[in-house]
């Protein structure tokens, strides 16, 4: 079964440093993995995804992310976090099977603080 | 870009009514269409996938006589929470899948708060 783990409720970082947000997953087969982002009472917004060749995946609004197969993990990274970054971010994974069913994890607020 | 409607983007019902939410693909045709909830500080939990010109299919725990899905076309899905109460208020969001994009090209609705009193 597929699963999907973000150990942090929340991320707090100061305006202008790096950033963060992990994730790790599991599933049976190849993994096809997300992050989004939501806004509060808004919807989900792609920011980024994996699904073969290069490890460091590059995205939306400076985002990037890392795939490490060995350590079954996808962390979101920014170089210089910007206050409108605030939010709430979503890891979700799929795997290769053919099926549509994405798995999100919890979620992580991250908080930008000026 | 592809762009997914979700009306309405709130609502406040009676308990014992029913609401529907609409959710339609404004430029594109969507085959598949999902249905998540999230609850407040939580994650998006899959309610159902919708599929156009057939039943949908319910994730386990999901009342499908409680949350009816119609999926009568290839730009609308509808979810209609019957006889609604208080516990099922709550943030409902629909995704689509959006064709030619390859792996997750998933657009999402701007999500509708539905607040049962």
């Known amino acids: 079964a597929q699963s999907v783990a973000q150990p942090e409720d929340q991320v707090n970082v100061a305006e202008g440093n790096p950033l963060t947000v992990k994730c790790t997953y599991s599933?049976?087969?190849?993994?096809?993995l997300f992050w989004y982002v939501q806004y509060p009472n808004r919807g989900l917004q792609f920011l980024l995804k994996?699904?073969?060749?290069?490890?460091l995946v590059k995205g939306s609004y400076g985002f990037e992310a890392e795939f490490n197969k060995s350590q079954t993990s996808f962390h979101l990274k920014k170089p210089s976090a910007l206050v409108s970054d605030s939010a709430l971010y979503f890891c979700?994974?799929?795997?290769?099977?053919?099926?549509?069913?994405?798995?999100f994890g919890a979620g992580t607020r991250l908080f930008v603080k000026a | 870009g592809a762009v997914v409607s979700q009306h309405p983007s709130r609502v406040i019902c009676k308990s014992g009514t029913s609401v529907k939410i609409e959710c339609r693909s404004l430029?594109?045709?969507?085959?598949?269409m999902f249905w998540y909830r999230q609850f407040p500080k939580q994650s998006l939990m899959l309610m159902a996938t919708?599929?156009?010109?057939?039943?949908?299919?319910?994730e386990q725990g999901v009342e499908k006589d409680k949350f009816l899905i119609n999926h009568a076309s290839l730009t609308l899905s509808t979810l209609t929470v019957t006889s609604a109460h208080p516990e099922d208020s709550s943030f409902y969001i629909c995704s689509a899948v959006v064709p030619g994009q390859g792996i997750g090209g998933y657009t999402f609705g701007s999500g509708t708060r539905l607040t049962v009193v």
């Open positions: 979700a994974v799929r795997d290769d099977t053919g099926g549509f069913k994405t798995i």
């Open positions: 599933v049976s087969g190849n993994p096809y």
């Open positions: 430029d594109f045709q969507a085959t598949t």
């Open positions: 994996y699904i073969t060749g290069d490890n």
């Open positions: 919708s599929n156009e010109g057939s039943k949908a299919t319910y």
